[in-house]
C-alpha cells in the first residue's frame, strides 16, 4: 500500500469517459495539480476499492456541480479538502468515514453514506456555492460546522435559493463560533444541537424555524450561543 501524488493535468474530454485516478490498493492520494473532466458516467476520482486517504490541495474539476468528483467506498475513507478549488459531489461512501473541509472554495455538495459514525468537519470556508452537507442516518454521526458564517436548514431537496442542505441525516450538529442563519427548520436522526458561545443561530424574514429530532421529545439543544 504506496501513496499516490497528482501533480500535472490530467483533462477527460469524452463525456463517456473512464476516472482519472482509479485505486484499490493506495493508503494515500493526494491531488495538487489540477483534474479535469467532462464524463458523465464515472467518477473523476475513484477510491472505491479500498480504505484510503485522499487530500485535495488542486483543482477538481467537473462538468455540473452535481457530478460525483470524488468517489468513496464500503470502506473507512478519509477525505479532505485543504486547499484548491473544487466543482462537483464530493461522496465519501458508505463506510464509517471522515470528511474534512478547511480550505479551498467548493461547487457542488459534501455526501457521506450510512455508515455508523460518519464525522465531518467543515471550517472557515464559504459555503455560498455548496448544496448540502448530507449523511444517511446513520448512528453516531456528527458534523462540526466551526467559524462559518452561512444558511441553511434542511430541506427536502437542494434548494440553492435557502442555502446550504443539511438533510435530516445527523445525529449530533456542533456550531463553534459560526453565524448560520435558518431558512427552514433543522431535523436530525437523532437528537443533539450544541451551540457554543461564541455562536448564534438567525430566524426571521418570514421564517420560524423547528429544530427538530428523531421523536417529538427526544432533541437536546445545549445552547451557550444567541
Known sequence: RGNVISQGLIDIQAANGDSAIVTKTASQVINQGTISSQSRVAPLIDLRGGQTVFINEGTINAPFPDQVVVAGGAT???????????????????????L?????????????????????????????????????????????????????GSFAS????????????????NFHNTQWTLTDNIKLAHSTINVDSGSTLFAGDNVNPLLQGSTSDSLVVNNAGT
Open 76 to 98: 473507512d475513507d478519509v477525505i479532505a479538502l485543504l486547499d484548491g478549488a473544487v466543482v462537483g459531489d464530493v461522496n465519501t461512501g458508505n463506510g464509517r468515514d471522515e
Open 100 to 152: 474534512i473541509v478547511t480550505g479551498g472554495t467548493l461547487k457542488g455538495s459534501l455526501t457521506m453514506g450510512s455508515g455508523a459514525g460518519n464525522q465531518a468537519t467543515v471550517q472557515k470556508v464559504s459555503l455560498a456555492d455548496t448544496r448540502h452537507i448530507t449523511t444517511e442516518n446513520g448512528a453516531g454521526s456528527t458534523l462540526n460546522l466551526s467559524q462559518l458564517k452561512a444558511r441553511g
Open 158 to 173: 437542494d434548494d440553492e435559493e435557502k442555502g446550504t442542505n443539511l438533510g435530516s441525516g445527523w445525529s449530533t450538529l
